[in-house]
C-alpha cells in the first residue's frame, strides 16, 4: 500500500473511510501472501525433522529469517497508515457530531 497522494488532513470523511478499507484490504491480502507463507517457510526451515534435508545451512535459515523480518516490518508500516487513517476518521466523525449538535 503506497501512502494516499492527499494529505489525511485534507481528506474527506468518504475519502479516509474509502482509503482506511483499502488499507485494510491491503493488510489481509499482505497476510495471506506474505506473512503466513514467510511463517511456513521459515518453519520448514526450522522444523527437528526436515522433507528435503535433515541439516539446514546457515544461510537457508539467515534468509528465510529475512524473508519474515520483511514481512513483519512491511505488516508494521500497513498497521501504522490503517490506525492513522482511523484515529482521523474518528477524529473527524466526533467534531461532526459535535457540530451538528449546536
Known amino acids: 500500500m503506497i501512502r494516499p497522494t492527499k494529505p489525511i488532513a485534507?481528506?474527506?470523511l468518504q475519502e479516509?473511510?474509502?482509503q482506511a478499507q483499502k488499507c485494510a484490504?491491503?493488510?489481509s491480502e499482505h497476510?495471506?501472501?506474505g506473512v503466513f507463507n514467510a511463517l511456513a517457510d521459515f518453519r520448514e526451515v526450522s522444523?527437528?525433522?526436515r522433507k528435503k534435508s535433515h541439516f539446514p545451512t546457515v544461510q537457508a535459515l539467515k534468509n528465510s529469517l529475512d524473508k519474515l523480518s520483511?514481512?513483519?516490518e512491511e505488516t508494521i508500516l500497513l498497521c501504522?497508515?490503517?490506525l492513522e487513517l482511523l484515529t482521523e476518521t474518528l477524529r473527524r466523525?466526533?467534531?461532526e457530531l459535535e457540530r451538528q449538535r449546536v
Do not use: G, N, Q
Request: proline share 4%; hydrophobic share 55%.
Open 10 to 12: 485534507r481528506m474527506t
Open 16 to 18: 479516509l473511510l474509502t
Open 25 to 27: 484490504r491491503d493488510l
Open 31 to 33: 497476510f495471506h501472501a
Open 47 to 49: 522444523r527437528p525433522v
Open 70 to 72: 520483511e514481512a513483519a
Open 80 to 82: 501504522d497508515l490503517l
Open 93 to 95: 466523525a466526533k467534531a
